[in-house]
Every structure is written in structure tokens, then in C-alpha cells.
T-cell receptor
Framework: EPEVTQTPSHQVTQMGQEVILRCVPI?????FYWYRQILGQKVEFLVS????????KSEIFDDQFSVERPDGSNFTLKIRSTKLEDSAMYFC????????????FGPGTRLTVL | AQKVTQAQTEISVVEKEDVTLDCVYE???????LFWYKQPPSGELVFLIR??????QNEISGRYSWNFQKSTSSFNFTITASQVVDSAVYFC?????????????FGTGTRLTIIP
């Protein structure tokens, strides 16, 4: 069964460094998402991406964040200058174009900012 | 704006007992979708069920059942004859199709512990 994959599974970085989190969505899906879960808290929407552009972003998704679909398969989240409070699990998800179909989530990348 | 409330932060039950996880949602949209996800200790998010706002039929899948009541804006989840493998954090979520984005709004989750 097709699945969403994410790399790396765990990333440790120093405050102020740039990180890129990578996702490979399911191949025929059209909508892509990033969510964040700070340890012990709820899952929060960051950004959605459709037709090669951001379709919606949350207040969390400030100028330090960017997303890209550099080729036909990868979907990346870049944090330009990491802060301690960016430490969280980051989930990528994808959905096909059918209304209300569930989002398939990747296993997540745990980001630790020191 | 959408909101999902899971008032139960943690629940512990002894194995084989039944347990119900509550979910209350808020939205102004007339068309919306409700979901339950399971997050086991390994951390991934596992999809359990999706319901749309026009279908209030309750659903049963093995030991799992869901009770959707529009009148009370609730979408509760019951596990019968609980097992240790059911121990996880369970999230209720809501999405609305307006604009086509269908982002998920999650509740704060209920941590369920099944005691052997």
C-alpha cells in the first residue's frame, strides 16, 4: 500500500541553523500539508500546498518557514533560522483530489533545537 | 473558525472494560468532515474513521464504534472490550471543504491507558 515517507526521522540542530525536512507524498495525491506537534500537545496545522503554491497557512507559519515541491515527488519544509520553540514533531500529509478523502500522514520528523 | 474539544485529557481503564472518548466540535459550515486518529507510543498518526456531516449513521468496526450526533455537535468514540494494544493518544479532528483546502483542526487528544 502506498505511504507517505519522511526523512530524517530525527534531526538535531543548533539554534539559528537552517533545517530542511523532507517528505515524499503518495504519488497521485494533489494536496500536501505540514503539521506540527510540540511534545505532549495537539497536532497543529502549518501550511497546505496545492497546484505548486501555498493554499493556506497558519499564524505559526511565519517568514522563517517555507515550503517547496522542487520536483515531482518531494515536498520540503524549510526553517530558515531555528529557535528553541521549533522543537517538535513535524508531520507531512497528502490527500488526493477527492473531497473529504482522508489525509495520509507520514511517520513524522522529530526536530530538536539545542 | 473551527474548534474541536476533547475534554478528557487522560483515561485509564482495566483491560476488557468498555471506554468512550468524547469529542465536541464547533463550526459554522453546514458541510464538514469528522475524523478520529490514533497516535500509539511510536508516534505516527493512524487514521481510524471519517464521517461527513450529512451522514449521522453510527458506525461499528470490530470493537470500535462511533456515535455522531449533530444536535449536540458530538462525535464520540467507544472501544468495547479494551485491550492493552489500544493504549494510545486519540485525536478527534474536523475539516471543512470550503476553499478546497480541507486542513484538519485537531482536538488536544485523550491519552488512553489500558491496564492489564
Amino acid at each position: 500500500e502506498p505511504e507517505v515517507t519522511q526523512t530524517p526521522s530525527h534531526q538535531v540542530t543548533q539554534m539559528g541553523q537552517e533545517v530542511i525536512l523532507r517528505c515524499v507524498p503518495i504519488s497521485n495525491h494533489l494536496y500536501f500539508y505540514w503539521y506540527r506537534q510540540i511534545l505532549g500537545q495537539k497536532v497543529e496545522f502549518l501550511v497546505s500546498f496545492y497546484n505548486n503554491e501555498i493554499s493556506e497557512k497558519s499564524e505559526i507559519f511565519d517568514d522563517q518557514f517555507s515550503v517547496e515541491r522542487p520536483d515531482g515527488s518531494n515536498f520540503t519544509l524549510k526553517i530558515r533560522s531555528t529557535k528553541l520553540e521549533d522543537s517538535a514533531m513535524y508531520f507531512c500529509a497528502s490527500r488526493n483530489g477527492t473531497r473529504a478523502n482522508e489525509q495520509f500522514f507520514g511517520p513524522g520528523t522529530r526536530l530538536t533545537v539545542l | 473558525a473551527q474548534k474541536v474539544t476533547q475534554a478528557q485529557t487522560e483515561i485509564s481503564v482495566v483491560e476488557k472494560e468498555d471506554v468512550t472518548l468524547d469529542c465536541v466540535y464547533e463550526t459554522r459550515d453546514t458541510t464538514y468532515y469528522l475524523f478520529w486518529y490514533k497516535q500509539p507510543p511510536s508516534g505516527e498518526l493512524v487514521f481510524l474513521i471519517r464521517r461527513n456531516s450529512f451522514d449521522e449513521q453510527n458506525e461499528i468496526s470490530g470493537r470500535y464504534s462511533w456515535n455522531f450526533q449533530k444536535s449536540t455537535s458530538s462525535f464520540n468514540f467507544t472501544i468495547t472490550a479494551s485491550q492493552v494494544v489500544d493504549s494510545a493518544v486519540y485525536f478527534c479532528a474536523l475539516s471543512c471543504p470550503e476553499g478546497g483546502n480541507e486542513k484538519l483542526t485537531f482536538g488536544t487528544g485523550t491519552r488512553l491507558t489500558i491496564i492489564p
